[in-house]
C-alpha cells in the first residue's frame, strides 16, 4: 500500500480515500466537466507555473543535441585539461565558465551542463513510458476487478496485496542488477531504458488499479450504467463507452502525479548504480558520483536540483490539475 | 588479485633505504634498532613522506588501545583463508607463521626473517626439499605448546578450497601431495608425508614437486600459521582464531568489527620482533571511507587498515594544506592497474590491432581515473613496477609527447590490422568500483578518437573473474575484449609479481585467474625457466625478458603503478611504511 | 473477531510464501536466463581455483541440477525445519528458520540478518516518532489557519519536501553537518551505538538520518493532515458539535483531529512496516549498517541466499503492518469485521 521509494511514500496514499468521497458524493458531469476545469486551472497560478516547468523539461529533452550543441559540450567528451591531476577537481573549484555553464565533473572533466540537459532525456523518457505501463495494467485490471466483481475482483485484489507486500525497491534493484547485458533482442541503453520501464511500470500498477478499482464500484451501481444495461448494453460496451469516459479524470489525475514518483524511482535505481550504463548521463548516476566528490558540491548540486525542479512542477501540475477536476479533494 | 593493497617495495624507497639498512644489519633487528639509527632528535620530521624510510615517532612507550577502522570487510580473519594484504599485515598480531617479513621501515622490510621458526628455511636435494624447526616454548592462547604438527595441519586445512575460498593455492599447486588429496577435512586419513613431514615436534618437512629456490617467500604466508586441530571448527573458525600472537581475540562479531586484548601466553623471549607495545586493538569494520579520513585528521581514529589510501573527497582538503599534507606519506606499491587485451576477440586476434589500443589510450586519463598523481600512481610503460628486481625501463609504445595518446601512430597500427577505420568492441570493468568505471570510460574516449568505439559492460566484483571477465568462453562469446584488471604481487619479487599474471596455464575454461588475455607459449618457457634457477643474479634478468615480450605481444596495457596518499593518525608511534605491504606497518605502532 | 484475526493470519502466512515462491521463482531463473549454469553457479562456493570436476561435484552437492520446485522444497524445508551444511571438520546444523548459506561469507543468513535489525528499527522509529509529531503538528496548524502565512509557507515547504529525494537531501545534509563538516551535528557514518550500551551515543549517530528521513516524510504526512482535518472539519458532526456549544479545542482536538486521523494512523503503520524492511537509500547513503545497506551489498555481489533473506523479511514487515492496520480499523470499525 506504499510507494515504492521511501521518500515521499506517503503522498500517493493520500489521493485514494480523497477522490473517492469525492467522486462518491458528487456527479462527474461528462462533458462540460473538462471545460469546467480549465475554467478553474485557468485560474491556479501555481498549477500552470508547473506546467510550464514541465513543458519546458519535455522541450528540453527533445531538443537536447541542439541545446548542447549551442550551449556546451558533447556530455561524454572529457576536457582533461581543467581538472588537477593531484586532487582531481577542476583547477578553478568548479570550471564553471561562459563555456561551462554548471561546470565541469572532477576527474575526467564533462560538461555537468551538457550531461543535466540529457539526464532529462533519460529521466523524462522513462517515468513517462513506466507511467503509461502502470496506467494501463493498473486500469483494465482495475476496471475488470470492480466491473466484475466476485471470484475475479478477488482474484485480482489478493494479486494486489501480494505485489504490494513486495519490498520494491530491494527487488527492483536485484531484478536489474542480474538482467545480462544482451537479452531479448535489445542491448546497450535500448535494453536497460525498456527493462527500467518494465521494473518500474510493473510494480506500480497495484496503486492506479486499486483507484480505478473503487471508481469501478461506485459507478457500476449508478443509474446511467444500469440504464445501458437496461438497454441491453454488454460489459465491453458499458466498459468502454459508458465508464471509461468517466475514469478519465482519474486516470489523469494519477498519472500526473505518478510520472514524478516514477521520476524519483529512476533516480533511486541509477543512484544504486543499476540504471543505464554509464558513459550515458542520468541524474540519478550523476548523484552516486558526486557522493565520492562531495567535498566539490557543485557537482550534486545541478543533478540534484534537475530532480527537484521536475519531480516539483509535476506536483505543481498534478496538485492543480486533482483541484480544477475534482475541486473537493483538496 | 582479490588483494586489495600489494606487498612491495618502493623505488624511491630502494634508494633512500640504501643508508638504514646498513645499519640492520644481521637478523631479527626490531625496528627500535632501525629506529635507533633514524635521525637525532627521535626520528623523522614531521613532513610529507616522513614515515616512508624511517621510523616516525619512535617510542616503546606502552599502554592504550589502537583504534582501527576498515570501509569495508575482512575476506576472512581465517590465517588459511585471507588473500588481502592488509590482512597479511594485520594477522601477525594474533598469529605467527615460520617466516615473516621484517618490520622494518623502507627496502629493509623485504628482508625475510624467522619468526615461528628457528631460521630461515634450509633447502635440501637441490631446493626440492625443505627444513624448518620451530622455536622452543611458543604457546597457543590457552597455553599449548606450539609443535610442527600445529603448522602441518594449518597447511593442510588450507588446502580445502571449498571452505576457504578466498586463499591463494602455492601450497596445493607445489607441494607432492597424494593422489586425489582433498584436505584435513575431507581427506582424513591420508598419508600427507609425501608433502609435509614432521620428524618430531620441532621439526617441520616439505617436500615439493620441483625445486623451487624461493620457498621462504611460502613459508611466510599465513597458512603457515598454526591452528590446533582440536580447536578448529573449519569455516567458523574465524570466529574465533586462536592466537600464537601477542594479541588474541576478545569479542569478535564478522561484519561490525573485533577487538583484540593481550595474549597472557605469549612470551617476548621467543618473538624478538614483536614489540606489543598497546594493551589492545579496536577495529570497526564497513565504515563509511569519507568518515575514516575525517576521523584520521581529527585524531578520533589511528589507522585506515585498508591501507589504500585517502579518498578522492579528501584529496583536494589534504594536498592543498601544508599542514596536512604534511601529515601524510605516498608510497609507490608493488600493484599494476592494467587493462587485458583479449586476443580471443576478433579482431584482437590481430597484434597490429592490440598495438593501436596500446598507442590510442591517454595514460594522463588513466591516471586520473584512478585518482591522479599521488593517489593512482606513475604513468606505468610496462609490466614490473619499479619495485620489483629485474625491471627495465622500456616503453615499448610511447603514448605520445604529453602522455595523452598517440593517434598517429594508433592509425597506423590499425592501416597495417586491416581495420583503417577502426573496430567496435567491449570493456568490461568491476561494476562497484568507480575507479575502473571512470577508466572504461576513459580508454571508450580516447579510443573513440581513433576510432576504436568501446561498449562499457560492468559486472559485479565477486564474479568478475569467475563468471564473466576471468572466463575464457564467455569473454569470447560476450567480445569483452578489453577487460579493465589489476594485479599486486604477493611478495616482492618477479615470481610473486608475475606468475599469476602472465603465465597462461593458469587460464582455466571454469573461469576464476586473473590472467585473462597473455597466452603465449614463450612466456610460459621462460616463467619455467626462471623459477628453476637458484642463481638470483641469473633470474633476475628473466622478469625483465618476460616483461618485454609480454609488451610485444601487446596482450596487457599497462595502466599505472599504484600510489596511495596515506595519512598518519595522530599520536601514534613507531609509523613507518612497509615495502613488503606497502602500506604502514601494523605491527609495531604505539600510542603516545 | 477471533475468526477474522486467523483468516488474516492464514492470509498473511499464504501471502509470504507466495512472495517466497515469486522471488525464488525470479531468482532461479533470471540468472539462468542470463547465462548461468548449476556449474557455474557452484563455483562461488569452491573458490577461484577449483577443477571443472570439484565444480561439477560441488553443483550436485548443492542441489543446483534439481528442477525448480525441488529445490524450492529445499529452500522452504530450512525455514520450518532448518537445514545442515558441511563447511569444516563438522556438519553445521542451520537453525529454523535458515534461510540458507551465503556463499561469500560462509555465513548462515539468518543470524547475520538479524544483527542488523537493531539499526533499521532504530533508524526507522526515531524518524518515525519525529515526522508523525512534525507532520501532523503542521498539517493541524495549516488546516486551522488556511490560507494564512503560516499555512502558505509550511505548504510550500511540504510541497519541496515531498519532491525531493533522500539521496540528494541525504548528501547534501553530509556536505553540511556530518562529521568534520563546519556544522557537524552528528556521529561519524557507520559507527551504530545499540541504544542499550549507551542511549546517547546511539541518539548522536542517528540525528542525521532521522531528520533527513523524517523532514521528507513530514511533508507528506503535513499535506495529508492538513486535506484530511480541511475535510473533517466541513462535516456535519462538527457543525453539530459547535452547535452543542462546545469549546473550539474540543471540537478540535476531539472530533476533528481523530476523523482526520484515522487514515493517516492507516498510512502511517503501513509505511513504517515498509521501512522496517529496510529504509535502502537511507542507509546506503548514510552508510548506516542495516537491512537496506545489507540488501544492497548482498545484491551487489549477487549473493542470492541473502537476497532471499532480504526479501522474505522485508515483505513480512509489510504483511505484518497489513495485519496489525487492519485488526485496529477491525477494533475501531465493527462494520470491517463483516467484510
Redesign the interface.
Known amino acids: 500500500m506504499t510507494s515504492p521509494l521511501d521518500v515521499s511514500g506517503a503522498e500517493l496514499q493520500a489521493m485514494p480515500e480523497a477522490v473517492l468521497e469525492g467522486t462518491q458524493s458528487k456527479a462527474i458531469e461528462g462533458r462540460s466537466l473538462g471545460q469546467i476545469a480549465w475554467t478553474r486551472l485557468k485560474r491556479d497560478k501555481v498549477a500552470l507555473t508547473g506546467a510550464g516547468v514541465v513543458i519546458f523539461l519535455i522541450l528540453v529533452a527533445i531538443f537536447a543535441p541542439l541545446i548542447v550543441s549551442w550551449l556546451g559540450h558533447p556530455p561524454n567528451d572529457f576536457n582533461q585539461d581543467l581538472i588537477s591531476s593531484e586532487t582531481l577537481a577542476p583547477k578553478d573549484g568548479t570550471g564553471i565558465s561562459g563555456d561551462h555553464l554548471f561546470g565541469v565533473e572532477p576527474v575526467n572533466g564533462r560538461d555537468i551542463f551538457s550531461r543535466v540537459v540529457y539526464g532529462a532525456r533519460i529521466s523524462l523518457l522513462i517515468a513517462f513510458l513506466a507511467t503509461l505501463l502502470s496506467v494501463c495494467i493498473g486500469t483494465v485490471l482495475g476496471i475488470v476487478a470492480g466491473y466484475f466483481g466476485g471470484w475475479v475482483d478477488s482474484l485480482i485484489s489478493k494479486a494486489m496485496d501480494i505485489f504490494l507486500a513486495f519490498p520494491l525497491l530491494v527487488f527492483a534493484i536485484a531484478l536489474a542488477g542480474v538482467v545480462p547485458d544482451t537479452a531479448f533482442g535489445l542491448s546497450g541503453d535500448a535494453l536497460r531504458v525498456s527493462l527500467l520501464v518494465f521494473i518500474i511500470g510493473f510494480f506500480n500498477w497495484p496503486y492506479i488499479g486499486r483507484i480505478m478499482r473503487g471508481q469501478t464500484l461506485s459507478l457500476r451501481e449508478r443509474e446511467f450504467v444500469d440504464a445501458a444495461r437496461s438497454l441491453g448494453a454488454r460489459g465491453p460496451y458499458i466498459i468502454f463507452r459508458e465508464m471509461l469516459p468517466n475514469l478519465m479524470a482519474p486516470i489523469l489525475i494519477y498519472s500526473t502525479l505518478l510520472i514524478p514518483t516514477n521520476i524519483l524511482f529512476e533516480a533511486a535505481l541509477s543512484f544504486l548504480g543499476v540504471g543505464v550504463r554509464p558513459p550515458t548521463a542520468t541524474w540519478g548516476g550523476m548523484l552516486s558520483d558526486a557522493v565520492r566528490f562531495y567535498t566539490i558540491p557543485h557537482f550534486m548540486f545541478f543533478p540534484g536540483m534537475a530532480i527537484f525542479i521536475t519531480v516539483l512542477a509535476f506536483n505543481l501540475f498534478g496538485d492543480g490539475l486533482r483541484d480544477a477536476l475534482d475541486p473537493r479533494a483538496r | 588479485m582479490k588483494r586489495k593493497t600489494t606487498l612491495g617495495v618502493t623505488a624511491l624507497g630502494a634508494v633512500l633505504a640504501l643508508g638504514l639498512s646498513a645499519c640492520g644489519g644481521g637478523t631479527a633487528t626490531s625496528p627500535s634498532q632501525s629506529g635507533a639509527a633514524a635521525p637525532a632528535g627521535g626520528g623523522a620530521k614531521a613532513e610529507f613522506n616522513a614515515a616512508l624510510t624511517q621510523v616516525y615517532n619512535p617510542s616503546d612507550k606502552k599502554g592504550g588501545i589502537i583504534k582501527l577502522a576498515n570501509a569495508g570487510d575482512w575476506d576472512s580473519l581465517d590465517p588459511g583463508d585471507t588473500y588481502y594484504g592488509y590482512s597479511w599485515n594485520f594477522i601477525r598480531l594474533y598469529g605467527r607463521s615460520l617466516v615473516m617479513f621484517k618490520p622494518a621501515p623502507g627496502k629493509e622490510s623485504t628482508e625475510l626473517i624467522p619468526d615461528l621458526a628457528e631460521s630461515l628455511g634450509v633447502p635440501s636435494d637441490n631446493a626440492k626439499t625443505w627444513t624448518y624447526k620451530l622455536k622452543q616454548g611458543v604457546k597457543f592462547e590457552d597455553g599449548t605448546p606450539i609443535t610442527s604438527k600445529d603448522v602441518k595441519y594449518a597447511v593442510e586445512r588450507s588446502f580445502d578450497k571449498e571452505v576457504f575460498p578466498d586463499g591463494y593455492t602455492y601450497f596445493n599447486d607445489t607441494l607432492n601431495w597424494p593422489k586425489d588429496y582433498k584436505g584435513a577435512y575431507k581427506s582424513k586419513d591420508a598419508d600427507t608425508d609425501s608433502a609435509i613431514e614432521t620428524p618430531d615436534d620441532q621439526t617441520i618437512v616439505f617436500h615439493l614437486k620441483q625445486p623451487y629456490s624461493g620457498f621462504d617467500y611460502f613459508a611466510q604466508l599465513p597458512a603457515t600459521i598454526p591452528v590446533p586441530k582440536a580447536k578448529d571448527t573449519g569455516a567458523k573458525y574465524k570466529e574465533h582464531v586462536i592466537s600464537s600472537g601477542p594479541y588474541k581475540f576478545d569479542k569478535n562479531e564478522i561484519g561490525k568489527g573485533f577487538n583484540l586484548v593481550r595474549n597472557d601466553q605469549w612470551d617476548a623471549a621467543t618473538d624478538p620482533n614483536r614489540k606489543a607495545l598497546p594493551d589492545g586493538y579496536e577495529v570497526t569494520t564497513n565504515v563509511n571511507a569519507d568518515d575514516i579520513d575525517n576521523r584520521l585528521l581529527s585524531g578520533d581514529l589511528h589507522v585506515d587498515l585498508a591501507g589504500t589510501g585517502a579518498q578522492p573527497a579528501t584529496l583536494g582538503r589534504v594536498l592543498t594544506d601544508p599542514n596536512l599534507k604534511a601529515t601524510t606519506d605516498n608510497p609507490t606499491i608493488t600493484r599494476l592497474w592494467y587493462t587485458s587485451i583479449n586476443g580471443n576477440v576478433k579482431p584482437l586476434d590481430n597484434l597490429d590491432c592490440r598495438k593501436a589500443v596500446e598507442y590510442a589510450a591517454d595514460k594522463v586519463a588513466y591516471q586520473t581515473a584512478y585518482g591522479g598523481e599521488f593517489s593512482g600512481g606513475q604513468i606505468a610503460t610496462s609490466l614490473l613496477p619499479p619495485g620489483i628486481p629485474g625491471h627495465k625501463d622500456i616503453n615499448p609504445y610511447p603514448a605520445g609527447a604529453d602522455n595523452h595518446g598517440d593517434a598517429a601512430k594508433a592509425k597506423e597500427a590499425l592501416t597495417a590490422c586491416g581495420q583503417p577505420n577502426g573496430f567496435e568492441t567491449n570493456i568490461s570493468y568491476r561494476a562497484e568500483r568507480p575507479k575502473e568505471k571512470a577508466t572504461a570510460e576513459a580508454l571508450q574516449q580516447s579510443l573513440g578518437k581513433v576510432g576504436i568505439k568501446l561498449t562499457l559492460k560492468p559486472f559485479p566484483q565477486a564474479d568478475y573473474f569467475a563468471l564473466y571477465a576471468g572466463k575464457p568462453g564467455y569473454a569470447k562469446e560476450n567480445k569483452l575484449g578489453l577487460a579493465v584488471n589489476g594485479w599486486g604481487a604477493d611478495w616482492p619479487d618477479g615470481y610473486g609479481f608475475l606468475q599469476q599474471m602472465v603465465d597462461s596455464r593458469v587460464i582455466r575454461e571454469t573461469g576464476g585467474s586473473s590472467n585473462i588475455s597473455v597466452r603465449d607459449p614463450e612466456v610460459d618457457k621462460l616463467l619455467d625457466q626462471a623459477s628453476l634457477e637458484t642463481d638470483v643474479a641469473k633470474r633476475e634478468p628473466i622478469w625483465g625478458q618476460i616483461d618485454q615480450k609480454v609488451m610485444d605481444d601487446a596482450f596487457i596495457l599497462p595502466g599505472i603503478w599504484a600510489k596511495s596518499l596515506l595519512i598518519r593518525g595522530k599520536g601514534v608511534t613507531n609509523v613507518y611504511v612497509s615495502d613488503a605491504f606497502g602500506m604502514y606497518d601494523y605491527l609495531n605502532m604505539g600510542l603516545q | 473477531m477471533v475468526t477474522y484475526i486467523i483468516r488474516r493470519l492464514i492470509w498473511g502466512v499464504v501471502?509470504?510464501a507466495?512472495?517466497s515462491m515469486?522471488?525464488f521463482a525470479?531468482?532461479f531463473l533470471?540468472?539462468r536466463?542470463?547465462?548461468?549454469t548449476s556449474?557455474?553457479l557452484a563455483?562461488?562456493?569452491?573458490?577461484?581455483?577449483?577443477?571443472?570436476e570439484?565444480?561439477k561435484i560441488?553443483a550436485e552437492r548443492l542441489g543446483f541440477n534439481d528442477p525448480l520446485i525441488v529445490q524450492y522444497g529445499r529452500f522452504a524445508k530450512g525455514i520450518v525445519v532448518g537445514a545442515d551444511y558441511s563447511?569444516?571438520?563438522?556438519t553445521?546444523h542451520c537453525p529454523a528458520p535458515c534461510l540458507g548459506y551465503s556463499f561469500?561469507?560462509?555465513?548462515p543468513v539468518w543470524p547475520?540478518l538479524i544483527?542488523r535489525l537493531p539499526v533499521t528499527i532504530s533508524l526507522a522509529l526515531g524518524a518515525a516518532v519525529l515526522w508523525l509529531i512534525a507532520g501532523v503538528a503542521t498539517g493541524v496548524v495549516s488546516a486551522l489557519r488556511r490560507g494564512s502565512v503560516f499555512d502558505r509557507a509550511a505548504m510550500g515547504i511540504a510541497?519541496?519536501?515531498?519532491?525531493?529525494?533522500?539521496?540528494?537531501t541525504g548528501?547534501?545534509s553530509?556536505?553540511l553537518f556530518?562529521?568534520?563538516r563546519p556544522l557537524a551535528i552528528t556521529a561519524?557514518?557507520?559507527?551504530f551505538t545499540p541504544f542499550f550500551v549507551n542511549p546517547a551515543q546511539w541518539a548522536y549517530s542517528l540525528i542525521l538520518p532521522w531528520i533527513t528521513?523524517a523532514f521528507?516524510?513530514a511533508?507528506?504526512?503535513a499535506?495529508?493532515t492538513r486535506?484530511?482535518m480541511?475535510?473533517t472539519m466541513n462535516e456535519d458532526y462538527i457543525r453539530t458539535a459547535r452547535a452543542k456549544g462546545l469549546t473550539e479545542r474540543v471540537v478540535v482536538f476531539k472530533h476533528g483531529l481523530r476523523g482526520a486521523l484515522t487514515?493517516i494512523l492507516?498510512?502511517f503503520g503501513?509505511?513504517l512496516?515498509?521501512?522496517m524492511?529496510?529504509?535502502?537509500?537511507?542507509e546506503?547513503?548514510f552508510?548506516l549498517?542495516g537491512i537496506?545497506k545489507y540488501?544492497?551489498d548482498a545484491?551487489?555481489?549477487?549473493?542470492l541466499p541473502k537476497?532471499m533473506g532480504?526479501?522474505l523479511v522485508?515483505?513480512f514487515f509489510?504483511?505484518l503492518a497489513?495485519l496489525v492496520v487492519d485488526l485496529l480499523y477491525a477494533v475501531v470499525d465493527p462494520r470491517v469485521r463483516l467484510a
Open positions: 501471502m509470504l507466495i512472495v515469486i522471488t525470479i531468482f533470471v540468472p536466463l542470463a547465462g548461468a556449474e557455474s563455483a562461488r562456493y569452491v573458490g577461484r581455483t577449483a577443477t571443472a570439484q565444480v560441488a563447511y569444516g571438520p563438522t553445521e561469500l561469507s560462509r555465513l547475520d544483527g510541497l519541496a519536501g515531498v519532491s525531493l529525494p533522500i539521496f540528494f548528501i547534501v553530509l556536505v556530518s562529521y568534520g561519524p557514518g557507520g559507527s528521513l521528507l516524510y511533508a507528506g504526512y499535506r495529508l486535506s484530511g480541511l475535510e487514515p492507516t498510512i503501513l509505511d512496516g515498509l521501512l524492511g529496510g529504509a535502502v537509500l537511507t546506503s547513503t552508510s549498517p537496506g540488501a544492497i545484491i551487489t555481489n549477487q549473493d537476497v532480504v526479501v522485508a515483505a509489510v504483511v497489513n
